[in-house]
């Protein structure tokens, strides 16, 4: 590597070879902003708007989950106290719904042995 920087010193010299006009670094900065298109002073929101908007999108986040929770919550529960137009129906259904979670709770608080215990009482 400082062998080629030694050729490139050889070759070109320590002289800088960059130049700019006299002034131009003093004039740059108006130059720049006189081609920049003028953006009007209306178009630009305060931050507290941006702010309050992100609130208002948060709560509106909040408030449609609440609302999927319910109706689904409510759904559910028409589903499992009416699926027919006897009472007796409905309640067997219930009841069903809540011996299948009953069953469901009961296997989740089995250890192995008494996983395979049951599976030995089944066949």
Known sequence: MEREENQILKHFGRKNCFEVPEG????LTE???SKLP????????????KRSMRWHVR????????????????????????SGNNRTATSETGNAAYSA????????MMDNEDIYASLIENN
């Open 31 to 33: 130059n720049i902003m």
């Open 101 to 108: 979670i009953d069953e469901m709770v009961d296997y989740t």
């Open 59 to 82: 709560w509106a986040r909040v408030a449609a989950f609440v609302g999927v929770l319910t109706v689904s919550s409510w759904m559910a529960l028409y589903y499992f106290n009416t």
């Open 38 to 49: 003028e953006q009007a002073e209306e178009s630009r929101q305060p931050a507290t708007t």
């Open 24 to 27: 131009y670094f003093d004039t």
